[in-house]
Nanobody, 117 residues
Framework: QVQLVESGGGLVQAGGSLRLSCAASGRTFSGDAMAWFRQAPGKEREFVASSRMFDTYYTDSVKGRFTIARDNAKNTVYLQMNSLKPEDTAVYYC????????????WGHGTQVTVSS
């Protein structure tokens, strides 16, 4: 059974940093796209960043602040978040195997990130 388990969320002050981790089990994803999404209260889920092979993509609001990275040996994808802002507050979800625009086969249960002003 495939599982994606996120960790690393928490409460941080504006300007601070967090590193999220997503550990995958049940199969390897080394050749597949993996991504981070987030959903703030009262808002729709939005794309944050993705990685496939040597390509990475970011939504404009996080460019220069967030970095997605993968450790295929550990079957884990990370999201390093620097210079956090209150508007980054959301539940962050990991996803794997892209099948269409913002459509992925596997999803984690999410980890809460709260940025205080």
């Amino acid at each position: 059974q495939v599982q994606l388990v996120e960790s690393g969320g928490g409460l941080v002050q504006a300007g601070g940093s967090l590193r999220l981790s997503c550990a995958a089990s049940g199969r390897t994803f080394s050749g597949d796209a993996m991504a981070w999404f987030r959903q703030a209260p009262g808002k729709e889920r939005e794309f944050v960043a993705s990685s496939r092979m040597f390509d990475t993509y970011y939504t404009d609001s996080v460019k220069g602040r967030f970095t997605i990275a993968r450790d295929n040996a550990k079957n884990t994808v990370y999201l390093q978040m620097n210079s956090l802002k209150p508007e980054d507050t959301a539940v962050y979800y990991c996803a794997a195997i892209r099948t269409g625009p913002n459509t992925y086969n596997y999803w984690g249960h999410g980890t809460q990130v709260t940025v205080s002003s």
